[in-house]
């Protein structure tokens, strides 16, 4: 069965470090890939999404993830991190199925330490 | 300003009572979704439909009910067969697929009902 993983339900940073979110796909098919953040009580936001074209893809509040192929990933990183990012953050995949309902990870929440 | 709306914000439920959670949407939309989020599970998919009078289970249908009669609202039933049914639940909507400029386009979600069982 295709799956979403994403390594880590907890990562703490620093402010102003390195942000880096994991997420690995399981399918012989490339998905379309999507990474979406929460906030405690609130829907879900979009940060970025892959479909076709390049590979690196660049999102919202200063986020972007790569897809690589070749290691089923979509990692989501951000170069500074800030306290405003403390949130829930989701992996989704979907592949080019009639269903096109979204597949998503278990959700890694990002604490900020100042 | 378009959008999803669902209600109510926070729902409680006496055991072996049927419960309907209101969803909303006003951006022309055809596709629509409900989630079921439950701590360190992620969301997880109980029905969605594509198209004004039809709907499809998805993979957690058990005690669940939908209609779609108009294509702004997709109200979700949580029947008393639903064994636990306590969690955040969501609501999401999307241009239908093979629509729009890509041939995928992404899902935008409500605010989120939370229901509790007592």
């Known amino acids: 069965a295709q799956s979403v993983t994403q390594l880590g339900s907890h990562v703490s940073v620093s402010e102003g470090a390195l942000v880096l979110l994991r997420c690995n796909y399981s399918?012989?098919?490339?998905?379309?890939l999507f990474w979406y953040v929460q906030y405690p009580n609130q829907g879900l936001q979009l940060l970025l999404k892959?479909?076709?074209?390049?590979?690196l893809v660049k999102g919202i509040n200063g986020f972007e993830a790569e897809f690589k192929k070749s290691e089923t990933s979509f990692h989501l990183t951000k170069p500074s991190a800030h306290m405003s990012d403390a949130a829930e953050y989701f992996c989704?995949?979907?592949?080019?199925?009639?269903?096109?309902?979204?597949?998503f990870g278990s959700g890694t929440r990002l604490q900020v330490q100042p | 300003d378009g959008g999803i709306t669902q209600s109510p914000k926070y729902l409680f439920r006496k055991e072996g009572q049927n419960v309907t959670l209101s969803c909303e949407q006003n951006?022309?939309?055809?596709?629509m979704y409900w989630y079921r989020q439950d701590p360190g599970q992620g969301l997880r998919l109980i029905y969605y439909?594509?198209?004004?009078?039809?709907?499809q289970k998805g993979d957690i249908a058990e005690g669940y009910s939908v209609s779609r009669e108009k294509k702004e609202s997709f109200p979700l039933t949580v029947t008393s067969a639903q064994k636990n049914p306590t969690a955040f639940y969501l609501c999401?909507?999307?241009?239908?697929?093979?629509?729009?400029?890509?041939?995928?386009?992404?899902?935008?979600f409500g605010p989120g009902t939370r229901l509790t069982v007592l």
């Open positions: 999401a909507s999307s241009v239908r697929p093979g629509q729009g400029t890509s041939s995928y386009n992404e899902q935008f």
């Open positions: 399918s012989s098919v490339p998905p379309y």
């Open positions: 892959y479909t076709t074209g390049a590979t």
């Open positions: 989704a995949v979907t592949w080019d199925t009639g269903r096109r309902a979204l597949t």
């Open positions: 951006l022309n939309h055809d596709a």
């Open positions: 439909s594509q198209i004004v009078n039809d709907f």
